[in-house]
């Protein structure tokens, strides 16, 4: 009966954290679901790359011909991908995982963790999944204009630089929407 006790008043005592914790793995668990469920529509072993992901593709080379005319998305004769040829020279390749699908999920689920209104909060998912796409259209250009012009830093720049960049404006929107926006702060200090 003790034990049962303290797991009450462990869990009354810290209703928040449990109710943030709940909701964010609720959220992120069924949209991560229903994204698995949307790629199972497409088969990789025959190079078949989803919408969203060609989207991306289209709109970053789209970006990238504003700075420069020698530039080609092809799709790859291997694997589900396109390659990014810029002056004649294969420089990356965009996949799946390239469409911050993933990023923008995890970046819902914590914002839907700490709502407090539904329109504000569905607003602000909008518009920061919005963000998070148009910066990741930027990161996929500016890494492959990087990658053409620094080939030794590949490593650096695809794996600290540019995740660096997009995971730290997650994070600054997750700031602001828990201190400015959400009214998580205004209901804690009000208690």
């Not at 420069?68 to 998305?73: G, L, Y």
């Not at 390239?98 to 819902?108: G, K, R, T, V, Y």
């Not at 839907?112 to 930027?138: C, E, R, S």
């Amino acid at each position: 009966m003790l034990k049962i006790y303290i797991l009450k008043k462990t869990i009354r005592q810290n209703k928040l954290f449990f109710s943030f914790l709940i909701k964010f793995l609720l959220f992120y668990v069924v949209f991560t679901f229903v994204y698995k469920i949307y790629l199972t529509q497409y088969n990789a072993e025959n190079k078949e790359l989803d919408f969203f992901t060609e989207i991306v593709a289209n709109q970053a080379k789209q970006l990238m011909l504003l700075f420069h005319d020698d530039i080609q998305f092809i799709k790859h004769d291997k694997e589900a991908s396109f390659k990014i040829i810029f002056k004649e020279k294969f420089v990356a390749r965009v996949i799946e995982g390239c469409n911050a699908i993933s990023i923008m999920i995890l970046f819902s689920a914590f914002v839907f963790a700490f709502a407090t209104q539904w329109k504000k909060t569905m607003l602000y998912i909008g518009i920061g999944v919005f963000l998070i796409h148009i910066l990741n259209i930027i990161r996929i250009a500016l890494l492959s204009f990087a990658l053409y012009y620094y080939p030794k830093y590949e490593a650096f720049l695809h794996g600290t630089i540019f995740p660096l960049f997009i995971y730290g404006v997650v994070f600054i929107l997750w700031v602001l929407w828990v201190t400015k926006f959400s009214g998580y702060v205004k209901r804690i200090t009000a208690k």
